[in-house]
């Protein structure tokens, strides 16, 4: 069976923001879409760029690249879910690209804030 979301060894979810949720749910139709098994390899564990991380928030999940065929191509289902929820929102790159630490990296994108915030007019 393919289209399944696996989790490496050692990942901890302490916490899943509601923009969480949504990254999740797109790693999981992406998986489905793109007919492939995908492994989280980071979620609120390990080390990232401080205390204010998205990860440490659950704002943030990075994908396993090394076992995708055309990681190209998971980023754009990737971007495609994630834009169609909310446009804006959030933000997928290939990190380390070429390397041994080549991953995917999700996250509700710097700035904003998930769900957004309404501005309410008089």
Excluded: W
């Excluded at 696996?6 to 007919?35: M, R, T, W, Y």
């Amino acid at each position: 069976m393919t289209g399944i979301v696996k989790v490496k060894d050692g990942v901890e979810f302490k916490v899943i923001a509601p923009g969480g949720f949504v990254l999740l749910h797109a790693i999981v139709l992406a998986a489905q879409d793109q007919e492939m098994d995908l492994t989280i390899t980071s979620a609120c564990d390990g080390e990232h760029s401080g205390p204010d991380d998205p990860h440490h928030r659950g704002e943030a999940y990075d994908i396993r690249t090394r076992d995708v065929p055309d990681p190209q191509r998971l980023l754009e289902a990737l971007d495609f879910y994630l834009s169609e929820r909310d446009p804006g929102c959030f933000f997928v790159f290939i990190e380390d690209p070429g390397t041994e630490n080549e991953h995917i990296h999700c996250q509700v994108r710097k700035g904003t804030s998930y769900p957004p915030l309404k501005v309410m007019r008089a």
